[in-house]
């Protein structure tokens, strides 16, 4: 492996204001992404990689090379803007950055980016590979090069945020590795001080940060992560500890460089999305002016990216004029319930501006708790506040409560029939830009296997509102899961709305479209086309309900019109086609059944209907599923 070339402090500086520059313009140019995290890391990261790691960009996997790990993910842009200026990707690649069939996704992936060593994304987790990633090369080589060998085992170094922290797994991972003694294991923490929901003092203090390291057998260093005279010092010392594994926690600044952004921790999370009042202002304060500085900075990362407007979108968009959030039905529905029922308590994990709860916080502060980036600990939570008698809704990404927390929600919760209803965000692929790490395609699957658990996936604002008040007045546990785009308005508020109940979006005898959750409209405007274009009559169910499921309906219809499809934004292993599959084919008359679901693969980052498209989830799919069960029996329109 080649010698490192270091860089002198000035170089460093230059580098890092280079990396900063590319970093607003890559979330720029996405319209997505986080800037907040990278800028207020990128002097100490840049140092790292430029004067510290052993990593040769010739050979990304040399088994001599140090280890870097970027624990919270979500800050994908710095790490991709120093392997650019490190040499392992191109600099003009970066103009991708979460843009669709990009391998610059919104959390980094190892198999597409050379010097990405793991996939993170899913907050807490990059230390415990760290951590198996340190005990491996340690023992190996010790065993290899003892007893004078300490100097030849590689480094592994783990980003962290300090809001990350938060997450339970740090510290088993922090006793792991005091226990084997991981003296080749450096961790260093962004300590920025912000995190979606505001400051971290405020909504989750973890301090005193260096004492719980100390108490774990740690070596803790401290210091000023925007001084590369203190940054040197602070790694060099974290390597002069035998027996002990090292943390550097760094006092950074967030949006550090743009001080016109540094005093909003919102930026932890927000694109720089207008081109005047962010991105050229970033830039001037970064040090590149002039009327040319955006067009140059942005030709430098490769040019804009082009956002044309998925086909699928526009067909919806030309049948249906209205569209809403579907977790604007629950933050509506919660503030309304707030109201009238003082027993109704909300539990965020550091995503209210996300999830929309925050607006029922601020009507009931005293009812609204924000339990930080800890989703485990905040569903065991409302189980215990639920066994006093409150109605606790925990809100957090499905991909963090189905996911993560399957194991509190079924062996607490659902175990105990506590009465906790969990409102899952930002289910399936429609998260589009953060890419898979966040994509939940496995998550009304995971909640239908649970005994005691009521899953249901309204399909709009109004069935939103509808299972939100519902769930409110149901004794047990209840999953309700909602996305993150808004979606075709279908019902209104008078609308009828029953669990366990299919709702008859269309009669027909054609066949039947089972639907629910987003992809309930790509179902009716599938239906009312085949009407069009081949006189079908073709009945079309939402849904609402995977369990229990209207197993009478789906008889009914499959006596009555010969078939059915079913649609879903997520995977059709255990979800709705699964339960509709099971009750067909367990009937005394079975009849074709097709699953019309995600496949089974990663689909990338990129716009959430282009990511549609690209899993065959629109009206067009859905149309020719059912033409091609329609045409062995009854043969083709024309034919007829």
Same mark, same amino acid.
């Given at each position: 492996?080649?010698?490192?070339?270091?860089?002198?402090?000035?170089? /460093?500086?230059?580098?890092?204001?280079?990396?900063?520059?590319?970093?607003?313009?890559?979330?720029?140019?996405?319209?997505?992404?986080?800037?907040? %995290?990278?800028?207020?890391?990128?002097?100490?990261?840049?140092? /790292?990689?430029?004067?510290?790691?052993?990593?040769?960009?010739? #050979?990304?996997?040399?088994?001599?090379?140090?280890?870097?790990?970027?624990?919270?993910?979500?800050? &994908?842009?710095?790490?991709?803007?120093?392997?650019?200026?490190?040499? *392992? @990707?191109?600099?003009?690649?970066?103009?991708?950055?979460?843009?669709?069939? &990009? =391998?610059?996704?919104?959390?980094?992936?190892?198999?597409?980016?050379?010097?990405?060593?793991?996939?993170?994304?899913?907050? %807490?987790?990059?230390?415990?590979?760290?951590?198996?990633? $340190?005990?491996?090369?340690?023992?190996?080589? !010790?065993?290899?090069?003892?007893?004078?060998?300490?100097?030849?085992?590689?480094?592994?170094?783990?980003?962290?945020?300090?809001?990350?922290?938060?997450?339970?797994?740090?510290? #088993?991972?922090?006793?792991?590795?005091?226990?084997?003694?991981?003296?080749?294991?450096?961790?260093?923490?962004?300590?920025?001080?912000?995190?979606?929901?505001?400051?971290?003092?405020?909504?989750?203090?973890?301090?005193?940060?260096? =004492?719980?390291?100390?108490?774990?057998?740690?070596?803790?260093?401290?210091?000023?992560?925007?001084?590369?005279?203190?940054?040197?010092?602070?790694?060099?010392?974290?390597?002069?500890?035998?027996?002990?594994?090292?943390?550097?926690?760094?006092?950074?600044?967030?949006?550090?460089?743009?001080? &016109?952004?540094?005093?909003?921790?919102?930026?932890? %999370?927000?694109?720089?999305?207008?081109?005047?009042?962010?991105?050229?202002?970033?830039?001037?304060?970064?040090?590149?002016?002039?009327?040319?500085?955006?067009?140059?900075? @942005?030709?430098?990362?490769?040019?804009?990216?082009?956002?044309?407007?998925? &086909?699928?979108?526009?067909?919806?968009?030309?049948? *249906?004029?209205a569209w809403e959030l579907t977790r604007q039905g629950l933050s509506d529905e919660l503030v309304a319930l707030g109201k009238d029922?003082?027993?109704?308590?909300?539990?965020?994990?550091?995503?209210?501006? +996300?999830?929309?709860?925050?607006?029922?916080?601020?009507?009931?502060? =005293?009812?609204?708790?924000?339990?930080?980036?800890?989703?485990?600990?905040?569903?065991?939570?409302?189980?215990?506040?639920?066994?006093?008698?409150?109605?606790?809704?925990?809100?957090?990404?499905?991909?963090?409560?189905?996911?993560?927390?399957?194991?509190? @929600?079924?062996?607490?919760?659902?175990?105990?029939?506590?009465?906790?209803?969990?409102?899952?965000?930002?289910?399936? @692929?429609?998260?589009?830009?953060?890419?898979?790490?966040?994509? +939940?395609?496995?998550?009304?699957?995971?909640?239908?296997?649970?005994?005691?658990?009521?899953?249901?996936?309204?399909?709009?604002?109004?069935?939103?509102?509808?299972?939100?008040?519902?769930?409110?007045?149901?004794?047990?546990?209840?999953?309700?899961?909602?996305?993150?785009?808004?979606?075709?308005?279908?019902?209104?508020?008078?609308?009828?709305?029953?669990?366990?109940?299919?709702?008859? !979006?269309?009669?027909?005898?054609?066949?039947?479209?089972?639907?629910?959750?987003?992809?309930?409209?790509?179902?009716?405007?599938?239906?009312?086309?085949?009407?069009?274009?081949?006189?079908?009559?073709?009945?079309?169910?939402?849904?609402?309900?995977?369990?229990?499921? =209207?197993? $009478? $309906?789906?008889?009914?219809?499959?006596?009555?019109?010969?078939?059915?499809?079913?649609?879903?934004?997520?995977?059709?292993?255990?979800?709705?086609?699964?339960?509709?599959?099971?009750?067909?084919?367990?009937?005394?008359?079975?009849?074709?059944?097709? !699953?019309?679901?995600?496949?089974?693969?990663? !689909?990338?980052?990129?716009?959430?209907?282009?990511?549609?498209?690209?899993?065959?989830?629109?009206?067009?799919?859905?149309?020719?599923?059912?033409? $091609?069960?329609?045409?062995?029996?009854?043969?083709?329109?024309?034919?007829?």
């Amino acid at each position: 492996m080649p010698a490192r070339d270091p860089k002198t402090f000035p170089e /460093l500086a230059e580098i890092a204001r280079q990396i900063r520059r590319d970093v607003v313009t890559m979330t720029h140019v996405a319209n997505s992404g986080h800037p907040g %995290g990278p800028l207020s890391a990128a002097d100490y990261l840049t140092y /790292l990689f430029f004067n510290e790691l052993h990593l040769d960009p010739k #050979e990304p996997l040399h088994a001599d090379r140090d280890r870097f790990i970027l624990s919270n993910g979500h800050c &994908s842009a710095v790490l991709y803007a120093l392997l650019a200026h490190r040499g *392992f @990707i191109p600099r003009n690649k970066l103009g991708t950055f979460r843009d669709t069939g &990009s =391998d610059l996704q919104g959390h980094p992936n190892r198999h597409y980016v050379p010097g990405v060593e793991v996939g993170t994304g899913s907050l %807490g987790q990059g230390l415990s590979v760290g951590v198996g990633m $340190a005990l491996a090369l340690r023992r190996d080589r !010790l065993k290899k090069f003892a007893p004078t060998g300490r100097h030849l085992v590689p480094r592994v170094w783990v980003n962290v945020g300090d809001g990350e922290l938060q997450e339970g797994q740090n510290w #088993e991972a922090a006793m792991a590795a005091g226990h084997y003694g991981l003296d080749n294991l450096t961790v260093l923490v962004d300590k920025n001080e912000a995190q979606i929901d505001g400051w971290t003092h405020d909504v989750m203090s973890i301090d005193p940060l260096g =004492d719980k390291f100390r108490a774990f057998g740690w070596n803790v260093v401290e210091a000023w992560g925007h001084d590369f005279q203190e940054i040197h010092v602070a790694l060099h010392r974290s390597k002069l500890y035998n027996g002990k594994p090292s943390v550097v926690i760094f006092q950074t600044r967030m949006m550090r460089g743009c001080p &016109s952004f540094e005093a909003e921790p919102g930026w932890h %999370g927000k694109p720089m999305t207008d081109r005047e009042k962010h991105l050229a202002v970033a830039l001037r304060e970064l040090g590149f002016e002039g009327p040319r500085a955006i067009d140059e900075s @942005i030709a430098t990362i490769g040019g804009p990216q082009q956002h044309p407007v998925a &086909s699928v979108q526009q067909r919806l968009k030309a049948r *249906f004029p209205a569209w809403e959030l579907t977790r604007q039905g629950l933050s509506d529905e919660l503030v309304a319930l707030g109201k009238d029922d003082p027993r109704v308590v909300v539990l965020d994990a550091d995503l209210a501006e +996300s999830t929309l709860t925050k607006k029922f916080g601020e009507h009931y502060p =005293d009812r609204f708790f924000d339990m930080g980036i800890a989703e485990n600990n905040m569903v065991n939570t409302a189980a215990g506040m639920s066994l006093t008698g409150k109605v606790p809704f925990v809100a957090s990404y499905s991909m963090f409560l189905a996911g993560r927390s399957w194991d509190q @929600i079924r062996n607490t919760v659902a175990y105990s029939r506590c009465n906790v209803k969990i409102a899952a965000c930002h289910g399936g @692929i429609s998260v589009g830009k953060d890419g898979p790490t966040h994509q +939940s395609v496995e998550d009304v699957s995971n909640m239908r296997s649970i005994t005691n658990m009521v899953v249901i996936v309204p399909a709009d604002y109004w069935q939103a509102r509808r299972a939100v008040r519902w769930a409110a007045q149901h004794d047990g546990p209840v999953f309700l899961r909602f996305g993150r785009e808004k979606v075709p308005t279908l019902t209104s508020e008078t609308t009828p709305f029953e669990v366990g109940k299919a709702l008859v !979006l269309r009669e027909g005898t054609d066949g039947t479209i089972v639907a629910n959750g987003m992809m309930a409209a790509p179902a009716l405007l599938a239906a009312e086309r085949l009407k069009q274009e081949d006189g079908l009559e073709v009945r079309v169910l939402c849904m609402h309900t995977v369990k229990p499921l =209207d197993e $009478a $309906a789906v008889l009914a219809a499959a006596r009555e019109t010969g078939f059915l499809v079913t649609a879903e934004e997520g995977s059709t292993t255990g979800g709705l086609g699964a339960a509709v599959a099971a009750v067909v084919v367990q009937s005394p008359t079975p009849v074709p059944v097709r !699953l019309v679901g995600t496949p089974d693969k990663y !689909l990338g980052s990129g716009d959430p209907f282009a990511l549609f498209e690209k899993a065959h989830l629109t009206d067009v799919d859905l149309m020719a599923t059912v033409r $091609a069960l329609v045409a062995p029996t009854r043969g083709t329109a024309t034919r007829r």
